[in-house]
């Protein structure tokens, strides 16, 4: 099993372009979700979801858009990027019914310029 | 006030060291979780705990419902254990999907 994969690892993108933050995983999770993470600060949840079709906000949800259309796939979009969505994010899965474990992607690192 | 506290924010030891990071949280827990961010960025959950004490390898975690406070002890330590530890907490009554998580502590263990 890969596991959780997230693409690109690297990004730099300038103010006002949109991209999108692929996570994938091979695991049947039904629960997926996308966290920021920035210096001196613990990880925040940005969007989550429950399962194919199913998404939710999160605690910093706004210039993010998601959504699930398989179970395997979990994208995150950036409508415009912004320099305060420069962070390193993280893709997690786990099974539905129990957060015992969370399983993390490597992260990708976005600057935005 | 952040919700999850942990101590120290950075910890340096020598290898073979016994090792102990605090977390202390504020608000009604049904869960806590304990997890290792290595150098390179990679975050591996270690334990989830409700109540007691768990172990693995040399690894042990504690929570104290009552005292809203949980350790994480390294016996033995080894420069393979430096790494950021964080604390994470799922809030009682909350989603079962959201995790507020501490700070991290950072922890060098010199040969």
């Known amino acids: 099993n890969a596991g959780v994969t997230q693409t690109p690892k690297f990004q730099v993108l300038k103010t006002g372009q949109s991209m999108t933050l692929q996570c994938a995983q091979d695991?049947?999770?039904?629960?997926m979700s996308w966290y920021r993470q920035d210096p001196g600060m613990g990880l925040r949840l940005i969007h989550y979801s429950v399962g194919a079709g199913i998404t939710d906000q999160g605690e910093v949800p706004n210039g993010y858009n998601v959504s699930r259309s398989t179970t395997e796939d979990f994208p995150l979009r950036l409508l415009s990027a912004a320099p305060s969505q420069t962070s390193v994010y993280f893709c997690?899965?786990?099974?539905?019914?129990?957060?015992?474990?969370?399983?993390f992607g490597p992260g990708t690192r976005l600057t935005v310029l | 006030k952040n919700e999850v506290e942990q101590s120290p924010q950075n910890l340096t030891a020598q290898e073979g060291e016994f090792i102990t990071i605090n977390c202390s949280y504020s608000?009604?827990?049904?869960?806590l979780h304990w997890l290792q961010q290595h150098p390179g960025g990679g975050i591996v959950s270690l334990f989830m705990l409700s109540s007691g004490k768990k172990k693995h390898g040399r690894l042990i975690a504690t929570i104290n419902i009552q005292e809203k406070h949980s350790s994480l002890h390294i016996t033995a330590s080894h420069p393979r254990d430096s790494a950021v530890y964080i604390c994470?907490?799922?809030?009682?009554?909350?989603?079962?999907?959201?995790?507020?998580f501490g700070k991290g502590t950072l922890l060098t263990v010199n040969p």
């Open positions: 695991m049947n999770h039904e629960y």
């Open positions: 997690a899965s786990g099974r539905a019914e129990s957060t015992d474990t969370q399983y």
């Open positions: 994470a907490v799922k809030a009682s009554g909350g989603s079962n999907y959201k995790l507020t």
């Open positions: 608000v009604g827990i049904s869960a």
